[in-house]
């Protein structure tokens, strides 16, 4: 049917992922430059998988040739490439899996390239460094720094490996979390709420119109009832949220009816705490949010929801606007939609007011940032995400020991902060030997014990005496010798992968530290070290 | 694993395979008690064990690369679908030149194009038109699948071999792992099944709660969303409309017909939010997915159908979930077995008279409480009793019908036979394989029940 079609259409396509991060999302995606260092199977993984979705551009960075080895766990290769450069090599197959994408490459160590130039990566959206050791790691992480690119440090090393991510600052909007509350502001109903509430009987005799008043009519009218008895107060101990839901049931006309299910359900949310979450608090309080000419529209639109919160807002954020389907008359529902958009909309307004104002006062252009902006800022200002991270040195140097401690305190961490520790002291050990630990099979037991060492170094760099390794991790590290096995490549690689997309894309939350992999019994953690 | 005569021979393509060969010749401490390491592991895996992969769609394809890449040389696929457009974000084996091909013949070609020295046997049809013993060839399943049902045949299919001693512990030969992996948007699962010792899938059914319909009163009398148009237009309108005429959710104009209508009907009720992409949504019942979820996903059932096969690391222990909406989220659960399990377990017991016949037999599925089982066909230690499909089986077995079960099955007094047929799950007729136990009235003790004699 559809063979014939020469080229694919991106809507159709792009279908099942658009669904997810949506149009916006997926221009993002087609603007971004990823650069990849090293194509072994951990970075070929995260490519091929970015490639797919649509990324802009990807450019290859890798010196070496192909091997054998490469063809036992790499599948973007085969025979025809045995002695070819490896970026080129990988570059041709990644374009035949997306002719949408510019797939380029540069012949050449990423080590190398880090030393002699740093610009070269200016140009870039994302760094997805893979199989680098701590040494260059480092120098990348400091250029990268400072020139304000994301960095996504890979890792497969036997049955473990890692994931960082390192950035000054990442801001999001649409962090689109699996459950949030809907906002309904049935604690605090406006005038226009209640007044509609008011318009419906609720103790209509009508069967029919009884069991199709929505909950949040229901719940709007007898939290005024409830406060007419007492002393203006909503429900706010167990037993008065309890006697609240008795209150509700005695309205029922029959015990099928599903709306005053849902309102008893939904009782609770007339007793939610009024006003601001702590996590939204620490962001309006944040230093960034005494915004000036150089800061970012993400601060520019929560020092203007500060401003709001005082004004407008009366301490309440703008209104999300949207309500869950919930059982009722289609009149009443459509009624109640309307009110909550035309709140949600003059809430809207009021902040690109105080948006504009702003704009205007630190010199910018007050349209810079535009309606749509301020509305999707406004629909998701209760679901606001400031990560930040320490940059590497700043880790390794000043570890936060008081995490390190619970993680080796913790069973399932602990054995994520050994892998952690081990891979540092492989660094350093193959700093010193030039090899990897256990590379040889005839040297495996003279370097079980000068890891074991190594590793104690490094602990006691972190400001931690005593506490203790697992030998048995000990030497599992030993045995892995680096080898790159191809599932753990493409689990790390895959992560890597699904931490570029929420990064460009800015929705949803990126890892907030290195996320660590334990390919032996897949309890993988994340360490904020 | 170990055979004297492998294990001495020098391994296959050392320097290729250098990495995983790490792996798989030096002896750990954190390994399976089963692992036996050496230089000619790998080529034994390849040459001795044979791997299904069901499913060839975005896990599908992310699975054969992995095994293949993780030492096994004979591996089968098993995928009804062709190729669409919609596929090509992530089944990333397919081409838009592949659109309208079956899924498993274009995936096993590409594989075997670029990794050398595999063999992958495609399968262009539905699970169900197997035969059992199929499925009996394979030492490991690993299931790539987005339906519950199909997952639930497989389940009943590999748990159907589990065979049970006197003392109720599972015949090792008889037991049939799986790894079953399932992903939607940011989200998805990896777990490992060995029949009789860790749950199988039935045993945690409530994992995966049926989806929620919208009751047909909302949608003829007070729809509120565009959902609920989009429903009404496909669940209403449509036979209303086209006395008879099948809708098919692939024909464009159908599909175009149910979006105009949605709208229509949003329109006079004042409700917006009605688009093409919804409609197709709502109406195919669409599961996002992207490349990443499945990437990781996949790569993690590949590793423990590796660890489990070599036993060269533990393994899961036994159901991780992953999330990466918020951070990368992992949590690993042990979950444990129903030991009342109708499918993993040792089979519903069935009492018969030694004179009742099959066709008798086959009449009390129907009635069983436990088994509701229509239009049965029932096989015994790989022979078929009768069936009911196709046609020339069927006339084949017909005679056995009128004959009693007990001389059936040898005069022995019990025995396991396996019947497949229709039954009702959550409102639908879906297909259904259960193992059963007979004994026979007055022959001897129930207490001294003993099935493995049955094969
Ligand atoms: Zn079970």
């Avoid at chain 1, 890891?451 to 400001?463: C, I, Q, R």
């Avoid at chain 2, 049902?149 to 599972?170: H, M, Q, T, W």
Wanted: glycine share 6%.
């Amino acid at each position: 049917m559809a063979a014939a079609v020469a080229v694919a259409e991106p809507k159709t396509k792009y279908d099942r992922q658009l669904r997810i991060w949506g149009d916006q999302g997926q221009a993002a995606l087609e603007k971004a430059s990823i650069c990849l260092l090293n194509c072994g199977p951990t970075g070929t993984e995260a490519l091929k998988n970015l490639v797919l979705g649509g990324i802009g551009s990807v450019t290859v960075v890798d010196g070496s040739k192909v091997e054998q080895s490469d063809l036992g766990n790499n599948f973007l290769l085969d025979e025809g490439c045995l002695g070819q450069s490896r970026a080129k090599s990988i570059c041709s197959f990644l374009q035949e899996l997306n002719d949408a994408v510019k797939a380029k490459y540069v012949e050449e160590s990423p080590a190398t390239m880090i030393d002699t130039n740093p610009s070269f990566f200016s140009q870039f959206t994302v760094i997805i460094a893979t199989q680098l050791p701590e040494s260059s790691l480092l120098k990348l992480d400091s250029i990268c720094r400072s020139a304000n690119i994301v960095l996504v440090a890979a890792r497969s090393y036997g049955l473990t490996g890692l994931v960082r991510v390192s950035i000054k600052e990442h801001c999001v909007i649409e962090s689109k979390p699996d459950h949030s509350l809907d906002d309904l502001r049935l604690h605090n109903p406006w005038t226009e709420l209640k007044q509609f509430a008011k318009s419906i009987d609720i103790c209509d005799k009508d069967p029919v119109v009884h069991k199709h008043t929505p909950y949040i009519v229901i719940l709007v009218r007898l939290a005024e009832k409830w406060a007419d008895a007492h002393d203006g107060q909503l429900p706010s101990t167990r037993q008065e949220k309890r006697e609240f839901k008795d209150l509700i049931r005695a309205h029922m006309l029959n015990v099928d009816e599903d709306n005053y299910k849902e309102a008893v359900e939904s009782s609770y949310k007339v007793s939610v705490t009024p006003g601001i979450s702590d996590e939204i608090r620490q962001i309006i309080d944040d230093s960034s949010s005494e915004v000036n000419f150089s800061s970012s529209d993400f601060w520019v639109l929560v020092a203007s929801l500060k401003e709001f919160i005082a004004n407008e807002g009366n301490g309440e954020l703008p209104l999300e606007g949207t309500i869950p389907d919930m059982t009722s008359l289609t009149e009443y529902y459509v009624s109640l939609q309307k009110i909550y958009q035309a709140k949600a909309e003059s809430d809207c307004l009021a902040m690109e007011y105080r948006v504009k104002s702003i704009l205007k006062r630190i010199g910018r252009d007050p349209d810079s940032i535009s309606r749509a902006c301020i509305k999707t800022f406004c629909k998701n200002t209760r679901k606001l995400k400031v990560c930040r991270y320490r940059s590497l040195e700043e880790e390794f140097s000043s570890p936060v020991l008081s995490e390190v401690q619970k993680y080796f305190a913790d069973e399932d961490s602990c054995f994520a902060m050994n892998f952690y520790v081990l891979l540092r002291a492989v660094d350093r050990l193959a700093a010193n030997y030039s090899r990897l630990p256990g590379q040889f099979d005839s040297e495996i037991g003279e370097d079980v014990p000068r890891l074991k060492e190594a590793a104690v170094s490094v602990l006691s760099d972190m400001g931690l005496k005593g506490s203790s390794l697992s030998e048995d991790l000990i030497a599992e590290v030993c045995r892995f010798a680096g080898a790159e096995i191809h599932p753990v490549a493409a689990f790390i690689g895959g992560v890597a992968s699904q931490e570029v997309i929420k990064l460009v894309t800015k929705q949803f939350v990126p890892l907030n530290g290195t996320f660590i992999f334990n390919g032996i019994d897949l309890k993988s953690q994340v360490l904020a070290l | 694993m170990a055979s004297p005569d492998a294990a001495a021979a020098p391994p296959t393509e050392p320097e290729r395979w250098r990495d995983l060969d790490i792996l798989l010749s030096r002896p750990g401490n954190l390994v399976h008690s089963t692992f036996d390491p050496s230089p000619g592991l790998r080529d034994l895996i390849g040459s001795f064990v044979e791997v299904l992969v069901v499913g060839a769609g975005g896990l599908g394809c992310e699975l054969l690369k992995d095994l293949a890449l993780s030492g096994f040389k004979n591996l089968h696929v098993i995928d009804m679908d062709t190729i669409d457009v919609s596929n090509l974000n992530r089944q990333f084996l397919f081409r838009i030149q592949d659109v309208g091909k079956p899924k498993a013949e274009v995936a096993a070609k590409r594989v075997m194009e670029r990794v050398s020295g595999v063999n992958i046997v495609p399968h262009f049809c539905r699970i169900e038109d197997k035969e059992l013993e199929f499925y009996n060839q394979f030492q490991i399943i690993v299931l790539g699948l987005d339906s519950i049902e199909a997952r639930s045949y497989i389940n009943s299919v590999a748990c159907g071999f589990l065979e049970y001693d006197s003392d109720d512990k599972p015949v090792q030969e008889t037991v049939k792992p799986m790894v079953d992996g399932g992903t939607e948007g940011f989200k998805g699962h990896a777990r490992v099944i060995i029949p009789g010792t860790t749950p199988c899938f039935e045993c945690n059914i409530w994992l995966f709660p049926p989806q929620v319909k919208f009751p047909l009163c909302t949608l003829a009398e007070t729809p509120r969303t565009a959902a609920h148009c989009i429903e009404y237009a496909h669940l209403i309108k449509w036979d209303e409309v086209h006395s008879g005429k099948p809708f098919d959710a692939d024909d464009t104009e159908h599909m175009q017909w149910i979006y105009s209508e949605a709208l229509k009907r949003a329109e006079l009720f004042g409700i917006s939010g009605v688009t093409y992409s919804l409609t197709q949504g709502v109406v195919k019942n669409i599961i996002p997915a992207i490349a990443s979820t499945n990437a990781i996903i996949s790569a993690a059932c590949a590793l423990e159908a590796l660890k489990l096969i070599s036993g060269c690391s533990k393994s899961v222990s036994n159901y991780l979930t992953y999330n990466g909406l918020v951070g990368t989220h992992n949590k690993v659960t042990e979950f444990v077995r129903d030991t009342d399990c109708l499918v993993c377990g040792p089979g519903t017991l069935i009492e018969l008279d030694t004179s009742s016949t099959l066709s008798e037999f086959i009449k009390m599925l129907e009635e069983h409480p436990k088994l509701l089982m229509s239009k049965a066909s029932v096989t015994h230690g790989g022979n078929n009793l009768y069936m009911q499909s196709p046609e020339v089986l069927e006339q084949m077995t017909r005679q056995n019908l009128s004959i009693p079960m007990f001389e059936l099955l040898k005069g022995t007094p019990f025995a396991t036979v396996h019947v497949s047929g229709m039954a009702e799950s959550n409102g639908k007729k879906v297909s259904s394989l259960r193992k059963l136990r007979v004994a026979f009235k007055g022959v001897e003790e129930a207490s001294k029940m003993d099935t493995t004699e049955s094969s």
